[in-house]
């Protein structure tokens, strides 16, 4: 038997139909997918570094403390025995000087040292006038410097270069007679000033000075004169 088709259910006369229709659909789709705008997003990336920072290193020494030797303390245990009297006891107590203190005894008290050294010292500090002050060979102090003029030699430096003047001169005539502290007090030139202490150490021994019957020591000042003739 055969089969016939009908011509409505033949698919030949639609087929124009349907690719208009395809067309459409797709135009469309291509025109939705222009009009979607992507929303841009943005990400931002975040770097992290690692900063290095350099510490010296102090190295830490520790001293050695030694620990505190301990304190020995010392007790003093009293071996008296106090007696506890009451209030209304009376305590007579008895002390016995006649040991320490009797009428024959002798109390001897000690100068400081340094007013005893100073004493010494007063006296023996020379005097500069005294009762009976020294003498040269019977004379006084003119008679010793005309002595000492007499015995003087012109220093031959002093002499070329015309220097002349006065020396002063200071001594101290002793218990015994003799000369002695020769000093320069002022002098025109150093050649004038040792002839004139070598004459003076040369002066033979004087009569000492005296002081309430003792001899002492006296401090005299002589000027020696240089003049050239």
């Known amino acids: 038997m055969e089969l016939k088709k009908t011509p409505k259910a033949d698919l030949e006369n639609k087929k ?8 459409i659909v797709a135009i469309a789709f291509c025109i939705l997918m222009f009009s979607y705008s992507q929303s841009e997003k943005v990400y931002e990336t975040m770097t992290t570094g690692t900063v290095t920072v350099e510490e010296e290193i102090v190295e830490i020494t520790r001293q050695d403390t030694k620990p505190p030797e301990p304190v020995k303390q010392s007790v003093t245990v009293m071996s008296d025995i106090l007696d506890i009297v009451k209030d209304d006891t009376k305590i007579t107590t008895e002390f016995d ?3 320490e203190f009797s009428e024959d ?8 040292k340094g007013v005893e050294e100073e004493a010494v010292v007063e006296e023996d500090a020379p005097f500069l006038k005294v009762e009976q002050m020294p003498s040269f060979r019977g004379g006084d102090l003119n008679d010793f410097r005309n002595w000492v003029s007499s015995r003087l030699r012109y220093p031959k430096i002093a002499a070329e270069n015309g ?19 020769i000093e320069v007090l002022n002098s025109p030139d150093r050649s004038l000033s040792e002839e004139a202490v070598r004459v003076v150490e040369s002066s033979p021994k004087w009569t000492p000075g005296k002081q309430r019957g003792s001899a002492v020591r006296v401090k005299y000042t002589l000027p020696v004169d240089f003049q050239l003739n």
């Open 16 to 23: 124009g139909l349907f690719l208009e229709i395809g067309l």
């Open 97 to 99: 000087f006649s040991s």
């Open 105 to 112: 005894a002798v109390i001897e008290i000690e100068a400081p």
């Open 163 to 181: 220097v002349q003047g006065k020396v002063i001169l200071q001594f101290v005539v002793e218990r015994d007679g003799t000369l002695s502290h």
